[in-house]
């Protein structure tokens, strides 16, 4: 069993700053991607098992995904946030294997809401 823990989100004035993390409990063994997404399920930004990077357009320049796999957390650095920013982020785990197990499974977070606002 895989669960995912969101943190990090909050209300901020548009330009600002915000970093929300994703980290995973579990024994994983491999997985195709950690992604987040928008509520309306809009794939925001995607990191893989090997380190390849997504970005939705709205976003490319201002956000940046990376793991510490140390930690066993995805992160998602936003930066010069905009009002149409708004919404509940959501982590996701694209076909995880955990040990012992051959069979892949999605996960999702918890959510986290980002405002952005002056």
């Known amino acids: 069993q895989v669960q995912l823990v969101e943190s990090g989100g909050g209300l901020v004035r548009p330009g600002g700053s915000l970093t929300l993390s994703c980290t995973a409990s579990?024994?994983?063994?491999?997985?195709?991607?950690i992604n987040w997404y928008r509520e309306a399920r809009v794939l925001v930004a995607q990191i893989t098992y090997g380190?390849?990077?997504y970005y939705e357009d709205s976003v490319k320049g201002r956000f940046t995904i990376y793991r510490d796999n140390a930690k066993n957390t995805v992160y998602l650095q936003m930066n010069n946030l905009k009002p149409e920013d708004t919404d509940v982020y959501y982590c996701?785990?694209?076909?995880?294997?955990?040990?012992?197990?051959?069979?892949?499974?999605?996960?999702w977070g918890q959510g986290t809401q980002v405002t952005v606002s002056s």
């Open positions: 579990g024994k994983i063994s491999t997985f195709y991607a």
């Open positions: 996701n785990a694209d076909d995880v294997v955990t040990e012992g197990d051959d069979i892949p499974y999605d996960y």
């Open positions: 380190g390849t990077t």
